[in-house]
C-alpha cells in the first residue's frame, strides 16, 4: 500500500506543474510571447525573409523578398565568398526606411524587398556559379526579433528574377551611401 501510495504521490509532482504549465500557456495573456497561439503567429525566418541570389561579370547580387509586417536591419548585412579565390568589395546597400527601434535606437530598415550587392574581386576571370555565405537579421513589427541568420547559396551566373529587375535600373543596388 505505500508503494502505490508513493508511485501516485510521485505521478502527482509530475503530472502537476506539466498542467500547470500548459493551462498558464493556454489561459491568460494571449499577447504573451510565451502562448503557443503567439508562437504559431510568427513565421520562421526562412519564410519571413526569403532570398534569391544571381550574378554577372562584375557583381553578386542578392534580393530579399520581406514578408508583411516583418522588417530587415540595414546594418546587419555581410557578404562572405566560400569560393576559393574569390573575394567581394563593398557591399552596396539601399538607404533603407529609418526607424526608431526600442532596444537598437535610430536604425535604417527594409521592408517588401531589397537588393544588395558586391563587386567581385578576382585576379582570374570568374565563370560559372558562385557559393557565399549570406548574414542578415530581421523583425517583425510585433516585436520579435530574429538572431542573426546565416545562408549558403550559390549564384548562377544570369539575369535578375523579374521582381527585381526595377532595383536594378533604379540603380538601388549600386548605392554606397552609409546609413545616416
Known amino acids: 500500500m505505500k508503494q502505490v501510495f508513493a508511485f501516485l504521490t510521485l505521478a502527482l509532482f509530475i503530472v502537476t506543474p506539466v498542467a500547470a504549465r500548459e493551462e498558464i500557456f493556454e489561459v491568460g495573456d494571449k499577447s504573451s510571447p510565451f502562448s503557443r497561439s503567439t508562437q ?15 550574378r554577372d561579370d562584375d557583381r553578386v547580387y542578392v534580393g530579399f ?5 516583418y522588417y530587415l536591419h540595414r546594418h546587419q548585412f555581410a557578404i562572405e565568398s ?10 552596396a546597400l539601399p538607404p533603407g ?35 557565399v555565405m549570406v548574414t542578415f537579421q530581421g523583425c517583425s513589427d510585433q ?6 541568420e546565416q545562408v549558403e547559396l550559390i549564384l548562377p551566373y544570369g539575369s535578375p528574377p523579374a521582381t527585381f529587375t526595377t532595383s536594378l535600373s533604379l540603380g538601388t543596388a549600386d548605392s554606397t551611401k552609409g546609413a545616416p
Open 40 to 54: 504559431r503567429d510568427f513565421l520562421p525566418a526562412t519564410e519571413a525573409f526569403r532570398t534569391t541570389a544571381w
Open 65 to 69: 523578398t520581406v514578408a508583411e509586417n
Open 82 to 91: 566560400l569560393s576559393q579565390g574569390i573575394n567581394f568589395g563593398e557591399l
Open 97 to 131: 526606411e529609418p526607424m526608431s527601434h526600442a532596444s537598437l535606437g535610430n536604425i535604417n530598415v527594409f521592408y517588401d524587398q531589397v537588393l544588395v550587392s558586391a563587386p567581385i574581386e578576382a585576379s582570374d576571370t570568374v565563370t560559372g556559379p558562385l557559393a
Open 143 to 148: 516585436g520579435l526579433c530574429y538572431p542573426p
